[in-house]
């Protein structure tokens, strides 16, 4: 009896240091899970993030660096063109990401989740998820433009078409090419009321209908001074004509730049400060032992 009693006393003394031990097995596991579970986390969330981040970029980027720069109208039209091909890959893309990303949820632990680097990877996936959207919207707005200028686009041939009939005719000669050119100067006009412009090139779709209407204005003006001592006046009116036209093709010309000093080019620069953003928590994150991550070039 006396030896069970010994032993159940030295077995009700070794229970503090049993649980003592057991305390802090348990706290260091803790600590280590604290120390070591955000960064694999934040690895974990941001490695795929990243790479398919810096693919919608680029496919982002190069939506917007195909649109051309203002000069020559020809270019502008078939810029718009290449601006529309690139556009729809980037929609593909970005779209893609953002449902990743979306269903890419970090663990939502009070305790673990804000702790760094999982806490930063956070805020890394909030902005790349505003990207997303920015860059949607960007891209929408592009494919607005494009689509415009392309449409707008056949008025270049009915300008040409303007000018082989005035070019060079002679006196005798001037009433006929204005008889022909009105019918086409009309059609120029009708095909321009046809046409719904974008936010972003209203003013320019206005100032090409006045150039039109113009024209117009001035081929049946030119019809009606139908006498011979007249034709220094109808001579003039063809030379102010010319430079309508030409007007007209600098107008389209210069479509880049309306688009860009206008919300689209705010919206566009808006998105360039998200990136830089992200590029910054991207690299935060490679600092505090986040590896594998795909950083890509700043700055278009």
């Known amino acids: 009896q006396r030896a069970v009693s010994r032993s159940r006393a030295r077995r009700r003394r070794r229970w503090p240091w049993v649980v003592l031990v057991l305390f802090l097995l348990l706290a260091g596991a803790a600590y280590a899970a604290l120390r070591w579970y955000p960064q694999r986390a ?20 190069a939506a917007v660096e195909a649109v051309p720069p203002a000069g020559d109208p020809q270019a502008v ?30 663990p ?13 990877a956070i805020g ?3 902005r790349m998820l505003r990207f997303y959207t920015a860059a949607l ?55 321009l009321e046809a046409l719904t412009p974008p936010e972003e090139l209203g003013s320019l ?4 209908q006045a150039i039109a209407q113009q024209v117009g204005a001035d081929l049946e003006e030119a019809a009606g001074t139908g006498r011979p001592s007249a034709k220094p006046v109808v001579r003039a009116l063809i030379a102010r004509i010319e430079g309508e036209m030409e007007s007209f093709r600098a107008a389209i010309a210069g479509a880049p730049d309306t688009a860009f000093t206008s919300q689209l ?19 935060e994150l490679e600092d505090a032992g986040v590896r594998g991550l795909t950083i890509p070039r700043v700055g278009l």
């Open 42 to 61: 934040a690895t974990d969330l941001m490695q795929p993030s990243s790479e398919e981040y810096a693919k919608a970029l680029e496919s982002y980027r």
């Open 77 to 106: 039209i078939d810029g718009a063109q290449a601006v529309l091909d690139r556009a729809e890959a980037a929609r593909t893309t970005i779209s893609e990401a953002q449902l990743a990303l979306e269903d890419r949820a970090p």
């Open 108 to 120: 939502d632990l009070p305790v673990i989740s804000g702790r760094t680097p999982l806490d930063e």
């Open 124 to 126: 890394v996936r909030q």
């Open 137 to 191: 919207t960007g891209v929408a707005d592009l494919e607005s433009v494009a689509g415009y200028l392309t449409e707008v686009s056949g008025t270049l041939s009915q300008l040409e078409d303007l000018e082989d009939t005035l070019r060079g005719v002679s006196p005798a000669e001037i009433a006929g090419a204005v008889e022909v050119a009105i019918p086409v100067s009309n059609q120029l006009t009708a095909d």
């Open 205 to 208: 779709h206005a100032s090409l």
């Open 265 to 283: 080019g705010r919206d566009l620069r808006r998105v360039e400060t998200i990136v830089r953003r992200i590029d910054e928590g991207l690299n």
